[in-house]
């Protein structure tokens, strides 16, 4: 790994420089509860909180609480509260997939579509608590609809537009939603995607009361009676206020669904006070945040980066946010430049699949554009390697723009692990040290706290506001998946080393957890996918390294007796899978294979597949505890 270190950019002034954050750090160890309740005064509070954190990690009085007197609403945070002064200030710049055809929503106007909506929610008798779905493309109605589900206390629930009809019915059933708020049709690429229709599918075997449909193409789609209702039919006839709802710090705000080691995906539920506090805090620590900032974080709102860093961390700080319905590549490989000049944007925000994805059509496309209000880089979702590190430091950012690489999870919240761009010194590959008042500890498999410069598995010894608070419908599996592994402990799920700096560098799961282009894919949901297929006996998922999208999906599978399996049955495979979860799921490599390694004991042997497909098969460890050892070399010859 490189241990090249890059100074702070001479001439990068930020708000937080090094003596700031240290100040910061021993703020927060010596007094945690004013600390927390001072990052809380970035809010606005009906009632403000006389305590921050109040939680335990330990299984006989586990519960984690912050904020839990203080009352408050996000969209009015979001909103309400930048109008008298910033109210014709612009919000959201929507970009969409064809370059130059946007809009701007100033704080006033998503103010009014968000109370809108919020109007329409409460006349289909929608109230605080319930549950509703968004299933929508990147546009500013998108970002609305989230705020509006706020205002009145509902619990919303976004699902990315590439899931599956099957995977957004698992999702309302799981969470019992009322209502799905979605569009005719999204635009991806020049191509589109079937939102309506996809969520009709999903409704077939479980229904809502309520479907309210945008317009974004003005395709020509099915509407069904008392259920479906045009936005735009409806849209002149709601008032543009709606009083808010005052909500306790610790009402749901919202659920977000992702993948665990086992079982279907889990609802990650997290709520009002801890949440914006954490995602305001971040959004303005980490991004160094200033007035004059156009801020463009490309991710989907369907994921928890959207959420906190498209919607509510800039909203809440009063930034103007882009949010871009297109993909990197369309119309060609300059697309986010030519955008950042067009739009002027100053901070950047992606994700290491694109970086390396763009890194490899070379560096014309970048230099074809000045990027010259550009002045700081961040990077999510997966470990970046160094080559892309210096790729996006030395051609994108010309050497003059710290690189944030910015560790986190959807249970988190928001950031944990990350530069200050103003304070800490980059070093590429890292996401360098925890953010004031994260705990990280590295374990060893006997429980053991390890010291200094190790490696092991990534806890967290304290919670911290945006942590999640439990699995919707389930506190049960919430305290097994996080708190069981280690006493004590919030267990990531991620491999991590300690360098003698204290840098950190993630390594990635060590669960059986996939990262794919940034999106976190369980092997059990895959596996159970697979085998759902008539002619399948029993399959195995496992990740092997992939150029662009930092992992792929490497599945092995077995026949029933007498099936044939070949290309057709490949291609089967891979449409069950799509139409189970989704694309983005689809196995790059399907294997098959008359038998799995198995122990006696008959458990699959995964580390031996994940060398296989890792394509390193002349070292594949200690084989003798397998009950047929011969299976392996059938597995080794059979290689795809
Ligand atoms: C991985 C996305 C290395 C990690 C915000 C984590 C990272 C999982 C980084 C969470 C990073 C995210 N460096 N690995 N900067 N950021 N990860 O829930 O494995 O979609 O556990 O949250 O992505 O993915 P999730």
Redesign the pocket.
């Known amino acids: 790994m490189s241990e090249a270190v890059h100074p702070v950019p001479e001439d990068f002034q930020a708000k937080i420089g090094p003596d700031e954050l240290a100040r910061m750090r021993e703020e927060v160890e010596a007094d945690p509860h004013r600390f927390w309740l001072e990052q809380a005064k970035r809010l606005d509070w009906y009632e403000f909180p006389t305590q921050a954190g109040d939680w335990s990690f330990d299984e006989d009085d586990f519960h984690i609480n912050w904020y839990a007197d203080g009352r408050l609403n996000l969209s009015v945070n979001c909103l309400d509260r930048h109008l008298a002064k910033d109210g014709e200030r612009t919000a959201l710049i929507f970009e969409p997939d064809e370059p130059g055809e946007g809009r701007r929503w100033t704080y006033r106007e998503l103010y009014e579509e968000t109370c809108r909506f919020a109007n329409l929610l409460k006349s289909r008798g929608i109230r605080r608590g319930d549950r509703v779905m968004i299933y929508m493309p990147m546009i500013p109605e998108a970002a609305a609809a989230m705020l509006a589900c706020a205002r009145i206390g509902a619990i919303h629930s976004v699902v990315f537009g590439g899931f599956s009809p099957e995977s957004l019915h698992g999702r309302i059933v799981d969470c019992d939603a009322c209502a799905v708020i979605t569009a005719d049709e999204g635009v991806r690429g020049g191509k589109p995607i079937p939102l309506k229709r996809n969520v009709d599918t999903a409704l077939e075997r479980r229904d809502v009361a309520t479907v309210i449909v945008v317009t974004r193409t003005g395709a020509d789609i099915p509407m069904k009676a008392g259920r479906d209702i045009s936005y735009s039919a409806v849209r002149e006839e709601l008032a543009t206020e709606c009083e808010p709802e005052a909500m306790g710090a610790e009402d749901p705000l919202f659920i977000l669904y992702?993948s665990g080691s086992t079982g279907q995906p889990k609802g990650v539920v997290h709520t009002t006070g801890g949440y914006a506090v954490w995602a305001a805090t971040t959004f303005e620590w980490v991004f160094d945040y200033r007035r004059e900032d156009i801020f463009w974080c490309t991710a989907d709102i369907g994921?928890?980066?959207g959420h906190s860093y498209v919607v509510y961390g800039p909203l809440a700080c009063g930034a103007t946010s882009v949010m871009f319905d297109g993909v990197p590549n369309y119309p060609d490989f300059g697309r986010f430049w030519e955008t950042v000049d067009r739009l002027g944007v100053t901070i950047f925000y992606t994700a290491p699949t694109a970086i390396r994805a763009l890194m490899r059509e070379g560096d014309d496309p970048v230099k074809a554009y000045s990027r010259k209000s550009i002045r700081l880089l961040g990077?999510?979702?997966?470990?970046?390697n160094p080559e892309a590190w210096e790729w996006y430091w030395r051609v994108v950012g010309d050497g003059r723009c710290p690189v944030v690489?910015?560790?986190?999870?959807?249970?988190n919240g928001g950031i944990l692990i990350s530069p200050f761009p103003g304070a800490t010194p980059m070093k590429p590959g890292s996401?360098t040290k925890p953010l004031p008042g994260i705990r990280p500890v590295l374990v060893d498999p006997e429980q053991k706290i390890l010291e200094g410069a190790a490696s092991g598995n990534l806890c967290l010894a304290s919670a911290w506001p945006g942590l999640m608070r439990t699995v919707w419908g389930d506190h049960e599996r919430f305290f097994q998946t996080y708190f069981s592994t280690y006493t004590g402990l919030y267990f990531?799920?991620?491999g991590c080393r300690r360098d003698e700096d204290g840098y950190y560098w993630?390594t990635?799961?060590v669960d059986d957890v996939i990262?794919v282009s940034?999106?976190?894919i369980g092997t059990a949901e895959v596996e159970s996918s697979l085998v759902s297929h008539p002619k399948v006996a029993e399959a195995a998922v496992v990740a092997y390294p992939h150029e662009i999208k930092g992992q792929a999906i490497y599945a092995f599978v077995t026949l029933n007796a007498g099936e044939e399996g070949d290309d057709a049955l490949r291609k089967e495979l891979n449409q069950e899978v799509r139409k189970d979860i989704g694309a983005l799921a689809a196995p790059e490599k399907i294997h098959f294979t008359p038998a799995l390694p198995k122990t006696r004991s008959g458990k699959i042997m995964r580390r031996i597949l994940r060398k296989i497909a890792e394509g390193e098969t002349g070292n594949l460890g200690d084989t003798s505890t397998l009950a047929d050892p011969g299976v392996v070399d059938a597995l080794v010859a059979g290689r795809q």
């Open positions: 992702t994921w928890i980066t990077s999510v979702g997966e470990p970046i690489d910015t560790w986190w999870q959807t249970e996401a990531t799920g991620d993630i990635g799961r990262n940034g999106h976190r």
